[in-house]
């Protein structure tokens, strides 16, 4: 079975936003809620320098700027923190450990750590999370520790402190404030969405965002290696993407992207993945959107989906399917513009909401 497979057990926890995961790997290798981004197109400084990251830190030279809410009280957004250099032997069961995570680099707090034959690794989880991991962690991917946290001219310690009951009061309420925030921030994403639909508003944007059109442009990238876990992508034809497609391996787990650039800018990402026949969730699976908002409900939107379909038909594909959860609204429109409709759903076991309930995913599939 894959999921046996320690290749694939890290690769179905990185896309489990959009593709469920069997049991043992949403029992070992999800982070709650999942959170990470395998566009190998926004990799970045923390995917592309890494190493050079590493080297400023053994020189104390790195400092990070904290954003998100995932590791509050302890870290606010905002602050700086500074890095110690140290791999996963030397760091204890506590410390807030800096890794990446394909194009993301993570602060989260050890919970445990072992050895995978000579390999030390660290599991790690953010301090908002009251169950699940973030799945095995090792050197390759280790910056080091946060050894302080400066907010304010304030130098403040990475341990985790006791809250008396006051303090947790307060410290609830703003959290509650950020998250308010986020809210209000994807409520005004949500009625532009739906603005979108509307042809009034579809002349508006091609006036106002389409005056590069005429720069469109295609690329297609497929890991270096054909490895599910690869992070580094090549280039390839739509000839060569047609002809991989054809001869997948049905026994192993195939990917691949195609992204639309106007001019210098990215207006529209997708990734797809086949899950092979002894996987529960097997077929083709949309792993990670991305349309910029601007370009949503205009003709560049249509054009990268046509693209997309003529991709898909020469390759023998004739459905895709996606899952999101229930209560991902934002995602459920965005899904259903882009041709998707609900096919199914089921009770998903190992993310739960505030009521500590199980939270039930949606199954939706595209006819191509």
């Keep these: 079975m894959p999921c046996k497979n320690p ?104 919970i445990d750590k072992g050895k995978d034959g000579n390999l030390n690794y660290i599991v790690t989880r953010p301090d908002t999370v009251k169950c699940g991991n973030d799945g095995r962690t090792f050197d390759e991917d280790i910056l080091g520790i946060i050894s302080r946290i400066e907010r304010k001219g304030n130098i403040l310690s990475p341990k985790k402190k006791e809250h008396s009951l006051t303090e947790k009061i307060f410290l609830n309420l703003i959290l509650k404030w950020f998250y308010l925030k986020r809210y209000l921030f994807t409520l005004i994403i949500y009625i532009i969405t739906y603005m979108q639909q509307f042809k009034a508003y579809r002349r508006m944007a091609k006036y106002l965002f389409l005056k590069n059109d005429d720069k469109m442009a295609f690329s297609i990238n497929v890991p270096l290696n054909h490895k599910a876990t690869d992070r580094f992508y090549k280039l390839i034809s739509p000839e060569e993407l047609v002809i991989l497609n054809s001869h997948a391996d ?68 004739s459905q895709i399917y996606i899952s999101i959860f229930k209560n991902a609204y934002f995602d459920k429109m965005v899904f259903k513009s882009m041709g998707f409709k609900q096919i199914s759903s089921f009770r998903d076991d190992f993310v739960r909401g505030r009521n500590n309930k199980a939270i039930e995913r949606l199954v939706m599939e595209r006819k191509i």
């Design 7 to 110: 290749e694939y057990q890290e690769f179905c926890g990185q896309i489990y936003k959009y593709v469920p995961a069997c049991e043992e790997i949403a029992k070992k290798n999800i982070s709650f809620p999942p959170c990470y981004s395998r566009n190998a197109n926004d990799a970045g400084l923390v995917l592309r320098f890494f190493e050079l990251g590493k080297l400023f830190a053994e020189k104390k030279m790195v400092k990070f700027s904290a954003q998100g809410t995932c590791m509050y009280p302890c870290v606010h957004p905002k602050d700086t923190l500074c890095i110690e250099p140290k791999n996963a032997k030397d760091i204890e069961i506590g410390d807030i450990a800096v890794y990446r995570r394909y194009n993301s680099l993570l602060a989260h707090r050890t």
């Design 250 to 317: 049905k026994e192993s787990i195939s990917n691949w992207n195609i992204t639309l650039n106007i001019g210098s800018k990215q207006a529209a990402y997708l990734s797809f993945v086949y899950k092979p026949k002894n996987c529960p969730f097997s077929g083709w699976w949309m792993s990670n959107a991305k349309i910029s908002m601007r370009y949503r409900g205009t003709k560049v939107e249509e054009k990268f989906l046509q693209r997309i379909d003529e991709l898909l038909r020469q390759s023998g594909i």
